[in-house]
């Protein structure tokens, strides 16, 4: 294997992804072909597969990170991933690390270092605590819930080809609302949810709208990560609705409950306010990550 025979990831691409990670799943939605392709404005991905080894590389502002191979953990090839790396003088050598594979890794590889990235640990929530939010730790959570619901008209529907032009055009208000102009992270976002909206359907996504007095005030987007798994990769709701992200939250566990143990609402990427919003739903672990040395 070389770098030079990585090919850039394309639309076209998603079933090759999505058969793969039927048998190796992957440990963080960075892994995902719909994360990939719908964050290229930020960073471009590519790819290798060889036998049963997947292989990705992104590049951003003119640096490489290739991450370790989605397959059967394979001593020998791992090597070979590694040397090439230290041969391009990556830094670091492996980025993106999930726990399961760090701790393989730290047996095979106890020569490396391996640190955590702890902005890009993974929030993951039991299902049904989204969706049922019980006891104390999730008061807060239902009393804006409670009030969403008392005080708006509302309903709830799933995003398809006949509504998904109000969700664009709801996204543009969000982002005219919130500055997304003079915020280099949520420009790349906004562009991300526009990607993601143009291609729903091909990528594998999903999504719940709400509207309140028939307008589009909030919508989420997600996909299946593993049988037991779902994403959230997107959730934006009108900033003005007091208890409206609550209730997209809520309705999107509700809708995903009965398939899925568990929702992945993603990271926090050093964010405070985000974070902050994130521990608030108490989740049941976080997915870690770590960087090779």
């Known amino acids: 294997m070389e770098l030079s025979n990585l090919h850039k990831v394309t639309l076209e691409d998603a079933s090759t992804f999505r058969e793969h990670y039927r048998r190796f799943p992957p440990e963080h939605s960075d892994y995902l072909h719909g994360t990939m392709y719908t964050w290229r404005d930020l960073m471009t991905y590519s790819f290798t597969l060889i036998g049963d080894h997947l292989v990705v590389m ?28 230290r041969n391009e003088g990556l830094d670091p050598v492996l980025s993106m690390i999930g726990e399961d594979t760090v701790r393989w890794m730290r047996r095979e590889f106890p020569e490396m270092s391996y640190v955590p990235h702890r902005d890009y640990f993974e929030y993951v929530y039991l299902s049904r605590d989204l969706a049922e939010l019980p006891g104390k730790d999730h008061l807060k959570v239902r009393n804006y819930l409670n009030n969403f619901r008392k005080n708006n008209e509302h309903m709830v529907e799933e995003i398809s080809k006949g509504n998904i032009h109000e969700v664009r055009e709801f996204l543009i208000e969000w982002c005219e609302k919130k500055g997304c102009k003079d915020d280099p992270l949520l420009l790349h976002e906004r562009q991300a949810n526009f990607h993601a909206l143009e291609d729903l359907f091909p990528l594998g996504f999903n999504g719940l709208l709400i509207r309140v007095k028939g307008e589009v005030e909030a919508f989420s987007i997600f996909e299946e990560m593993s049988s037991e798994m779902a994403v959230v990769h997107h959730e934006k709701a009108n900033p003005d609705i007091v208890g409206i992200y609550q209730a997209i939250n809520n309705e999107t566990a509700k809708y995903l409950m009965d398939r899925y143990r568990f929702i992945n609402r993603e990271a926090d990427m050093g964010v405070e306010g985000l974070r902050r919003a994130k521990e608030r739903y108490r989740p049941h672990h976080l997915e870690e990550v770590y960087h090779a040395h």
């Open 58 to 85: 992104g590049e951003m502002d003119g640096k490489r990170f290739i991450r370790p191979p989605v397959g059967p953990l394979d001593r020998e090839f791992f090597t070979e991933v590694i040397r090439i790396s």
